[in-house]
Protein backbone atom coordinates (compact mmCIF):
# COMPACT_ATOMS: atom_id res chain seq x y z
CA UNK A 1 0.00 0.00 0.00
CA UNK A 2 1.63 3.60 -1.05
CA UNK A 3 1.99 5.86 1.54
CA UNK A 4 -0.85 8.44 1.72
CA UNK A 5 -1.67 12.07 2.24
CA UNK A 6 -4.13 12.91 4.78
CA UNK A 7 -6.97 13.38 2.58
CA UNK A 8 -5.82 10.09 0.68
CA UNK A 9 -6.81 8.07 3.70
CA UNK A 10 -10.05 9.92 5.01
CA UNK A 11 -11.40 9.10 1.58
CA UNK A 12 -10.40 5.24 1.44
CA UNK A 13 -11.65 5.13 4.90
CA UNK A 14 -15.30 6.24 3.55
CA UNK A 15 -15.30 4.79 -0.12
CA UNK A 16 -14.00 0.90 1.40
CA UNK A 17 -10.98 1.12 -1.54
CA UNK A 18 -7.51 1.66 -1.75
CA UNK A 19 -7.39 5.13 -3.14
CA UNK A 20 -4.36 7.62 -4.41
CA UNK A 21 -4.68 11.17 -5.59
CA UNK A 22 -7.09 11.61 -8.89
CA UNK A 23 -9.12 8.84 -8.31
CA UNK A 24 -12.94 8.88 -7.83
CA UNK A 25 -14.66 6.62 -5.73
CA UNK A 26 -18.27 7.19 -4.13
CA UNK A 27 -17.97 8.15 -0.52
CA UNK A 28 -19.90 7.61 2.50
CA UNK A 29 -20.94 10.90 4.26
CA UNK A 30 -20.61 11.42 8.10
CA UNK A 31 -22.07 15.06 8.18
CA UNK A 32 -23.75 17.51 6.30
CA UNK A 33 -25.74 20.73 6.78
CA UNK A 34 -27.12 23.75 5.31
CA UNK A 35 -27.40 27.39 5.90
CA UNK A 36 -30.32 29.96 4.83
CA UNK A 37 -28.45 31.20 2.14
CA UNK A 38 -28.32 27.68 0.61
CA UNK A 39 -30.92 25.48 2.44
CA UNK A 40 -34.03 26.68 0.52
CA UNK A 41 -32.65 24.58 -2.78
CA UNK A 42 -31.57 21.00 -0.32
CA UNK A 43 -35.33 20.83 0.93
CA UNK A 44 -36.67 21.32 -2.62
CA UNK A 45 -34.91 18.62 -4.00
CA UNK A 46 -34.75 15.95 -1.07
CA UNK A 47 -38.57 16.36 -1.04
CA UNK A 48 -38.43 15.82 -5.09
CA UNK A 49 -36.48 12.73 -4.73
CA UNK A 50 -38.70 11.38 -2.37
CA UNK A 51 -36.85 10.87 0.78
CA UNK A 52 -38.68 10.26 3.91
CA UNK A 53 -35.92 9.72 5.56
CA UNK A 54 -32.35 11.23 5.83
CA UNK A 55 -29.03 8.84 5.85
CA UNK A 56 -26.85 11.18 6.38
CA UNK A 57 -26.59 13.46 10.03
CA UNK A 58 -27.73 16.41 8.89
CA UNK A 59 -28.32 20.10 10.49
CA UNK A 60 -29.03 23.41 9.54
CA UNK A 61 -27.90 27.16 10.51
CA UNK A 62 -29.66 30.54 10.18
CA UNK A 63 -26.88 33.14 10.02
CA UNK A 64 -26.72 34.39 6.92
CA UNK A 65 -29.75 37.15 7.65
CA UNK A 66 -30.32 37.10 11.13
CA UNK A 67 -32.57 37.78 12.42
CA UNK A 68 -34.49 38.38 8.60
CA UNK A 69 -34.09 41.74 7.22
CA UNK A 70 -37.10 40.88 4.88
CA UNK A 71 -40.65 39.22 3.94
CA UNK A 72 -38.44 37.15 1.45
CA UNK A 73 -35.57 35.42 3.78
CA UNK A 74 -38.33 35.04 6.36
CA UNK A 75 -40.52 32.87 4.11
CA UNK A 76 -37.01 30.75 3.65
CA UNK A 77 -36.53 30.83 7.55
CA UNK A 78 -39.88 29.46 8.16
CA UNK A 79 -38.93 26.67 5.24
CA UNK A 80 -36.05 25.58 7.18
CA UNK A 81 -37.73 25.55 10.39
CA UNK A 82 -40.32 23.24 9.05
CA UNK A 83 -38.38 20.86 7.57
CA UNK A 84 -36.22 20.79 10.83
CA UNK A 85 -39.42 19.60 12.08
CA UNK A 86 -40.14 16.98 9.60
CA UNK A 87 -37.28 14.91 9.90
CA UNK A 88 -36.75 15.85 13.47
CA UNK A 89 -32.60 17.25 12.43
CA UNK A 90 -30.70 19.80 14.11
CA UNK A 91 -31.81 23.64 13.81
CA UNK A 92 -29.50 26.95 14.98
CA UNK A 93 -32.31 29.37 14.68
CA UNK A 94 -31.53 32.86 14.76
CA UNK A 95 -28.52 34.59 17.39
CA UNK A 96 -27.10 31.04 17.53
CA UNK A 97 -24.05 32.32 15.34
CA UNK A 98 -22.17 30.82 12.57
CA UNK A 99 -22.46 28.02 10.69
CA UNK A 100 -18.64 27.53 10.97
CA UNK A 101 -18.67 28.11 14.49
CA UNK A 102 -21.41 26.59 15.85
CA UNK A 103 -21.47 23.52 14.14
CA UNK A 104 -17.73 22.57 15.42
CA UNK A 105 -19.02 23.80 18.75
CA UNK A 106 -21.74 21.34 19.25
CA UNK A 107 -19.09 18.26 18.86
CA UNK A 108 -20.19 17.15 15.95
CA UNK A 109 -16.99 17.06 13.88
CA UNK A 110 -14.03 14.54 14.73
CA UNK A 111 -10.72 14.17 13.61
CA UNK A 112 -11.11 11.94 9.83
CA UNK A 113 -14.78 12.66 9.49
CA UNK A 114 -16.36 13.64 5.85
CA UNK A 115 -18.29 16.06 5.42
CA UNK A 116 -19.93 17.86 2.76
CA UNK A 117 -21.47 21.48 3.95
CA UNK A 118 -23.59 23.59 1.28
CA UNK A 119 -21.49 26.70 2.20
CA UNK A 120 -17.98 27.41 0.66
CA UNK A 121 -16.03 28.16 3.62
CA UNK A 122 -16.36 24.53 5.28
CA UNK A 123 -12.99 23.85 4.41
CA UNK A 124 -13.35 25.57 8.56
CA UNK A 125 -13.52 21.75 9.75
CA UNK A 126 -10.12 21.30 8.67
CA UNK A 127 -8.67 22.36 12.04
CA UNK A 128 -10.03 19.61 13.41
CA UNK A 129 -8.44 16.85 10.98
CA UNK A 130 -11.86 16.38 8.83
CA UNK A 131 -12.17 16.35 5.14
CA UNK A 132 -14.38 18.97 4.79
CA UNK A 133 -15.66 20.50 1.77
CA UNK A 134 -17.79 23.05 0.54
CA UNK A 135 -20.30 22.02 -1.97
CA UNK A 136 -24.01 22.46 -4.35
CA UNK A 137 -26.72 22.32 -2.77
CA UNK A 138 -27.98 19.61 -4.75
CA UNK A 139 -24.96 17.83 -3.93
CA UNK A 140 -25.70 17.65 -0.57
CA UNK A 141 -29.47 16.81 -1.49
CA UNK A 142 -28.02 13.73 -3.01
CA UNK A 143 -25.91 13.14 0.14
CA UNK A 144 -28.60 13.50 2.18
CA UNK A 145 -31.04 10.78 0.23
CA UNK A 146 -28.22 8.27 -0.68
CA UNK A 147 -25.66 8.93 2.40
CA UNK A 148 -23.12 9.21 -0.10
CA UNK A 149 -21.70 11.59 -3.07
CA UNK A 150 -18.96 11.17 -5.96
CA UNK A 151 -15.67 12.77 -5.10
CA UNK A 152 -12.28 12.96 -6.86
CA UNK A 153 -9.16 12.49 -4.61
CA UNK A 154 -7.54 16.02 -4.19
CA UNK A 155 -3.48 16.05 -4.89
CA UNK A 156 -2.14 17.51 -1.40
CA UNK A 157 -0.25 20.45 -1.17
CA UNK A 158 2.20 20.68 2.22
CA UNK A 159 2.99 23.88 4.18
CA UNK A 160 5.72 24.59 6.53
CA UNK A 161 5.45 27.44 8.76
CA UNK A 162 8.83 28.30 11.29
CA UNK A 163 10.30 30.90 12.38
CA UNK A 164 9.47 33.23 15.68
CA UNK A 165 6.09 34.92 15.07
CA UNK A 166 7.10 38.48 15.57
CA UNK A 167 4.40 40.43 18.19
CA UNK A 168 1.14 41.85 15.80
CA UNK A 169 1.46 39.05 13.52
CA UNK A 170 -1.88 36.53 13.77
CA UNK A 171 -2.97 33.46 11.83
CA UNK A 172 -4.74 35.88 9.42
CA UNK A 173 -1.65 38.12 8.40
CA UNK A 174 0.10 34.56 8.18
CA UNK A 175 -2.77 33.12 5.80
CA UNK A 176 -3.24 36.26 3.96
CA UNK A 177 0.73 36.20 3.28
CA UNK A 178 0.45 32.39 1.88
CA UNK A 179 -2.57 33.30 -0.19
CA UNK A 180 -0.91 36.39 -1.81
CA UNK A 181 2.21 33.95 -2.46
CA UNK A 182 0.47 30.65 -3.75
CA UNK A 183 -2.33 32.54 -5.80
CA UNK A 184 -5.98 32.65 -6.16
CA UNK A 185 -5.85 29.85 -8.35
CA UNK A 186 -3.05 28.21 -7.02
CA UNK A 187 -4.47 25.46 -5.16
CA UNK A 188 -7.41 24.69 -7.38
CA UNK A 189 -9.12 20.87 -6.62
CA UNK A 190 -5.62 20.48 -3.62
CA UNK A 191 -5.96 19.71 -0.23
CA UNK A 192 -3.65 21.47 2.33
CA UNK A 193 -1.90 20.24 4.89
CA UNK A 194 -0.07 22.77 7.78
CA UNK A 195 2.84 21.68 9.49
CA UNK A 196 5.87 23.01 11.22
CA UNK A 197 6.67 24.55 15.13
CA UNK A 198 4.17 28.31 13.88
CA UNK A 199 1.20 25.85 13.55
CA UNK A 200 1.94 23.31 16.58
CA UNK A 201 1.64 26.01 18.93
CA UNK A 202 -1.33 27.68 17.47
CA UNK A 203 -4.55 27.81 19.04
CA UNK A 204 -7.91 26.50 17.58
CA UNK A 205 -9.31 30.34 17.22
CA UNK A 206 -5.99 30.70 14.96
CA UNK A 207 -6.26 27.15 13.14
CA UNK A 208 -9.80 27.50 12.18
CA UNK A 209 -9.09 31.13 10.75
CA UNK A 210 -6.99 29.54 8.13
CA UNK A 211 -8.08 26.37 7.43
CA UNK A 212 -11.36 28.91 6.93
CA UNK A 213 -8.95 30.25 4.17
CA UNK A 214 -7.87 27.74 2.00
CA UNK A 215 -10.37 28.11 -0.79
CA UNK A 216 -8.99 31.24 -1.43
CA UNK A 217 -6.71 29.88 -3.08
CA UNK A 218 -8.88 27.71 -4.86
CA UNK A 219 -8.01 24.48 -2.13
CA UNK A 220 -10.82 21.26 -1.87
CA UNK A 221 -9.85 21.06 1.71
CA UNK A 222 -7.19 22.32 4.21
CA UNK A 223 -6.25 20.37 7.30
CA UNK A 224 -4.01 20.85 10.79
CA UNK A 225 -2.35 17.91 12.09
CA UNK A 226 -5.28 16.54 14.96
CA UNK A 227 -3.12 16.69 18.32
CA UNK A 228 -3.54 17.39 21.92
CA UNK A 229 -4.94 21.18 21.10
CA UNK A 230 -6.95 20.03 19.58
CA UNK A 231 -8.13 16.65 21.53
CA UNK A 232 -8.47 19.58 24.03
CA UNK A 233 -10.74 21.89 23.02
CA UNK A 234 -13.03 19.04 21.53
CA UNK A 235 -13.70 17.28 24.92
CA UNK A 236 -15.69 19.11 26.71
CA UNK A 237 -17.88 19.61 23.53
CA UNK A 238 -18.03 15.64 22.41
CA UNK A 239 -18.28 14.26 25.98
CA UNK A 240 -17.42 11.25 25.58
CA UNK A 241 -19.87 10.14 22.89
CA UNK A 242 -17.12 9.56 20.33
CA UNK A 243 -13.73 8.94 20.42
CA UNK A 244 -11.00 11.34 19.29
CA UNK A 245 -9.05 9.17 16.38
CA UNK A 246 -6.47 11.49 14.48
CA UNK A 247 -5.61 11.06 11.15
CA UNK A 248 -1.91 11.93 9.86
CA UNK A 249 -0.23 11.69 7.13
CA UNK A 250 2.52 8.93 5.68
CA UNK A 251 5.71 9.64 6.31
CA UNK A 252 6.80 9.47 2.45
CA UNK A 253 3.79 10.38 1.27
CA UNK A 254 3.23 12.04 -2.20
CA UNK A 255 2.74 15.96 -2.32
CA UNK A 256 2.47 17.76 -5.07
CA UNK A 257 4.09 20.78 -3.73
CA UNK A 258 5.84 21.55 -0.69
CA UNK A 259 6.46 25.13 0.71
CA UNK A 260 7.97 26.25 3.79
CA UNK A 261 7.64 29.88 4.91
CA UNK A 262 9.62 31.19 7.39
CA UNK A 263 7.60 34.32 8.66
CA UNK A 264 10.53 36.01 11.57
CA UNK A 265 10.11 39.24 9.67
CA UNK A 266 6.44 39.00 8.54
CA UNK A 267 4.86 42.41 9.33
CA UNK A 268 0.81 43.04 9.41
CA UNK A 269 -0.81 42.13 6.26
CA UNK A 270 -3.85 43.72 4.42
CA UNK A 271 -5.32 42.09 1.24
CA UNK A 272 -6.37 45.13 -1.27
CA UNK A 273 -9.60 45.24 -3.11
CA UNK A 274 -10.82 43.43 -5.31
CA UNK A 275 -8.89 39.86 -4.81
CA UNK A 276 -7.89 38.08 -1.73
CA UNK A 277 -4.43 37.11 -2.69
CA UNK A 278 -3.15 40.73 -3.22
CA UNK A 279 -1.66 41.21 0.53
CA UNK A 280 0.86 43.87 1.50
CA UNK A 281 1.99 45.63 4.38
CA UNK A 282 -0.54 47.50 6.86
CA UNK A 283 2.31 50.05 6.37
CA UNK A 284 2.22 50.97 3.00
CA UNK A 285 -1.43 51.72 3.28
CA UNK A 286 -1.31 54.41 5.56
CA UNK A 287 -3.13 57.12 3.65
CA UNK A 288 -5.89 54.94 3.13
CA UNK A 289 -8.95 56.38 5.04
CA UNK A 290 -12.03 54.31 6.16
CA UNK A 291 -15.31 55.08 6.50
CA UNK A 292 -16.08 51.46 8.27
CA UNK A 293 -14.42 49.07 10.45
CA UNK A 294 -16.33 45.17 10.67
CA UNK A 295 -14.82 42.33 12.98
CA UNK A 296 -16.68 39.14 13.25
CA UNK A 297 -17.30 36.93 10.63
CA UNK A 298 -16.39 32.89 10.50
CA UNK A 299 -12.85 34.08 9.55
CA UNK A 300 -12.58 36.20 12.83
CA UNK A 301 -15.12 36.41 15.23
CA UNK A 302 -14.05 34.42 17.95
CA UNK A 303 -13.09 34.79 21.12
CA UNK A 304 -9.01 35.12 20.73
CA UNK A 305 -10.10 37.96 18.13
CA UNK A 306 -12.21 40.12 20.53
CA UNK A 307 -9.43 39.98 23.38
CA UNK A 308 -7.31 41.10 20.81
CA UNK A 309 -9.47 43.74 19.33
CA UNK A 310 -10.38 45.41 23.17
CA UNK A 311 -6.59 44.75 23.82
CA UNK A 312 -6.19 47.78 21.26
CA UNK A 313 -9.95 49.20 22.01
CA UNK A 314 -9.43 49.51 25.93
CA UNK A 315 -9.52 53.03 26.75
CA UNK A 316 -9.51 54.73 23.39
CA UNK A 317 -12.31 56.13 20.95
CA UNK A 318 -13.42 55.03 17.62
CA UNK A 319 -13.26 58.16 14.78
CA UNK A 320 -15.78 59.56 14.62
CA UNK A 321 -15.41 59.24 10.61
CA UNK A 322 -15.49 55.36 11.29
CA UNK A 323 -18.65 52.81 12.04
CA UNK A 324 -17.15 50.17 13.79
CA UNK A 325 -19.77 47.18 14.09
CA UNK A 326 -18.96 43.77 15.44
CA UNK A 327 -20.64 40.40 15.38
CA UNK A 328 -19.26 37.73 17.89
CA UNK A 329 -19.29 34.48 16.03
CA UNK A 330 -21.84 32.74 18.31
CA UNK A 331 -23.71 33.00 21.37
CA UNK A 332 -21.54 31.03 23.35
CA UNK A 333 -18.70 33.60 22.27
CA UNK A 334 -20.86 36.46 22.13
CA UNK A 335 -21.42 35.23 26.46
CA UNK A 336 -17.84 34.60 27.05
CA UNK A 337 -17.10 38.16 25.82
CA UNK A 338 -19.51 39.39 27.75
CA UNK A 339 -18.25 37.63 31.01
CA UNK A 340 -14.30 38.82 30.24
CA UNK A 341 -15.65 42.94 29.81
CA UNK A 342 -14.88 42.97 26.36
CA UNK A 343 -18.93 44.00 24.99
CA UNK A 344 -18.19 46.88 27.25
CA UNK A 345 -14.97 47.69 25.69
CA UNK A 346 -16.34 47.86 22.65
CA UNK A 347 -19.18 49.94 23.32
CA UNK A 348 -17.50 52.70 25.30
CA UNK A 349 -15.36 52.88 22.19
CA UNK A 350 -17.89 53.85 19.98
CA UNK A 351 -18.44 50.28 18.36
CA UNK A 352 -21.60 48.69 17.62
CA UNK A 353 -22.44 44.86 18.43
CA UNK A 354 -24.84 43.16 16.08
CA UNK A 355 -26.13 40.09 16.54
CA UNK A 356 -24.04 36.91 16.65
CA UNK A 357 -24.43 35.71 12.40
CA UNK A 358 -23.00 36.71 8.92
CA UNK A 359 -24.77 39.70 7.99
CA UNK A 360 -22.15 42.20 7.10
CA UNK A 361 -19.62 40.06 5.57
CA UNK A 362 -22.41 38.51 2.69
CA UNK A 363 -24.32 41.74 2.24
CA UNK A 364 -27.92 40.90 3.83
CA UNK A 365 -27.69 43.15 6.35
CA UNK A 366 -26.44 45.05 9.25
CA UNK A 367 -23.49 47.23 7.57
CA UNK A 368 -24.02 47.67 3.81
CA UNK A 369 -21.25 50.66 2.90
CA UNK A 370 -22.45 53.18 -0.19
CA UNK A 371 -21.20 53.95 -3.07
CA UNK A 372 -17.27 54.84 -2.99
CA UNK A 373 -17.08 53.75 0.73
CA UNK A 374 -14.05 51.99 1.82
CA UNK A 375 -14.51 48.96 4.73
CA UNK A 376 -11.67 47.12 6.50
CA UNK A 377 -12.73 44.06 7.62
CA UNK A 378 -11.82 40.87 9.16
CA UNK A 379 -13.64 38.16 6.20
CA UNK A 380 -11.93 36.26 4.31
CA UNK A 381 -13.31 37.73 0.93
CA UNK A 382 -13.00 41.21 -0.68
CA UNK A 383 -14.84 40.83 -4.28
CA UNK A 384 -16.91 43.60 -5.56
CA UNK A 385 -20.06 43.24 -3.89
CA UNK A 386 -19.09 41.20 -1.11
CA UNK A 387 -20.68 43.64 1.45
CA UNK A 388 -23.71 44.31 -0.58
CA UNK A 389 -22.37 47.01 -3.07
CA UNK A 390 -20.13 46.43 -5.43
CA UNK A 391 -19.23 50.48 -5.73
CA UNK A 392 -17.45 49.46 -2.37
CA UNK A 393 -13.44 48.67 -1.26
CA UNK A 394 -13.02 45.91 1.14
CA UNK A 395 -10.02 45.43 2.55
CA UNK A 396 -8.79 42.49 4.43
CA UNK A 397 -6.69 42.54 7.62
CA UNK A 398 -6.33 41.01 11.29
CA UNK A 399 -9.05 41.77 14.20
CA UNK A 400 -5.81 43.82 15.59
CA UNK A 401 -5.46 45.81 11.99
CA UNK A 402 -9.12 46.46 11.72
CA UNK A 403 -8.95 47.60 15.44
CA UNK A 404 -6.25 50.11 15.28
CA UNK A 405 -7.51 51.37 11.76
CA UNK A 406 -11.32 52.00 13.69
CA UNK A 407 -9.36 54.10 16.09
CA UNK A 408 -6.94 56.29 13.66
CA UNK A 409 -9.91 56.45 10.52
CA UNK A 410 -7.02 55.19 7.95
CA UNK A 411 -5.60 51.55 7.35
CA UNK A 412 -3.00 51.07 10.30
CA UNK A 413 -0.46 48.87 11.71
CA UNK A 414 -1.46 48.10 14.54
CA UNK A 415 1.77 47.37 16.21
CA UNK A 416 2.16 50.83 17.99
CA UNK A 417 -1.09 50.07 19.53
CA UNK A 418 0.45 46.77 21.35
Not at 15 to 31: E, N, Q, T, V
Not at 136 to 159: F, M, R, Y
Not at 361 to 382: F, K, L, Q, Y
Given at each position: M????????I??????????????????????????????????????LG??????????V?DH????P???????H?????????F???????GC???H??I???????P?????????????Y??L????T????????I??????N?LK?????K????G????????????????T?I??D??????V???????????????????N????????????P?D?????????R?????K????A??K???Y?????????????QV????????A????????I?????F???????????L???????????V???????????????FQ?????G??EV??????????P?????V???NG????????????N????????N????????????????A????????R???
Amino acid sequence: MMPKTIAEKILSNHSGRDLKAGDFALCKIDFAFGQDGTSSIIIDRVRELGSSVLKTDFCMVIDHSAPSPSEGVSRVHKKMRGFSADFKTALFDIGCGVCHQVIPESGRILPGDLVFGADSHTCTYGALGAFSTGVGSTDLAIALATGKNWLKVPETIKIVIKGKVPEGITAKDIILHIITDIKADGATYKAVEFYGPVIDKLNMDGRFTMCNMVVEMGAKAGFMPADKITAEWLGPRIKGKRKIIPVAADKNALYSRISEYDISGLKPQVSRPHSVDSAVEAGSLKEIKINEAFIGTCTNGRIEDLKLAAKILRSKKVSSQVRFIIAPSSREIFQEALKLGLVEVFIKAGAVIVSPGCGPCVGTHNGIPADGEVVISTANRNFKGRMGNPSAFIYLASPATVAASAITGKITDPRKFL
